[in-house]
């Protein structure tokens, strides 16, 4: 795969030190690209990465910041760039992901999701449209969740949060072309969340059509593919296993 000359070679990544932003951060890195690692509380984890990675050459920067505070999340590309140089990619990653539903959602459980999940996201592309130099390429993938394309009454605030920001992806991407390309990633099973156990992941990820989930490499493989298509925008990938798709028989096959 070709990456776009003209895209700079540094990359912000929210929640860059576990799990899928690892994963994301790790393959960027492996291609060229210096990395802003942000963090909130995993401070140990991203300096452990940066350092690793910092032993391989590559130009590295932790930063810490509360997504949920917007004054945090305003300097954060203001402080990549003093370190690195112009952010050609930036990749929304870091996210709350809470359970709630309609009868004990909350003020506090909404803006736990809405404020790091969309608005951050949104001042961030912000931040990177108004400081990508001229001629200069840009692009910004966010992490969204297959279930934007497969609604449930479930994880209430959570669901709102993704879905706007699938809305934000494809209205960013009519708004900030040419210049900047804006694209979605929509996993399915890909680790377990902190409420499963190996055995409840294990069977959810079975119970796709496909039979199996996605890994945090293949997500990262799918961010290095959307670098590498320079005629993607406003879509969303999803690494599924088809799981958008199913259907539940006991509704389906009633006469309509």
Sequence with gaps: MTIDPRIPRAALITGGAKRLGRAVTEALAANGFSVAIHYNTSSD???ALAESLAGTGIRTIT???DLGQEA???TLIAQAEAA???IGVLVNNASTFERDEWHDATRE????HIEPNLRAPFVLMQDMARTLPDGAQGVIINLLDQRVWSLTPHFMSYTISKAALWTLTQTMALALAPRIRVV???PGPAMPSPRQSQADFDRQAASVPLGHGTSPQEVAQAALAILSLPSLTGQMIALD???HLQWAPATSEIAE
């Design 72 to 74: 945090e999340v305003a």
């Design 241 to 243: 296993g088809a799981q």
């Design 63 to 65: 930063l810490k910041a």
């Design 45 to 47: 984890e991203a300096v």
């Design 84 to 86: 690195l140089g112009p």
């Design 109 to 112: 459980s909404w803006d736990r």
């Design 184 to 186: 979605g990633i929509g």
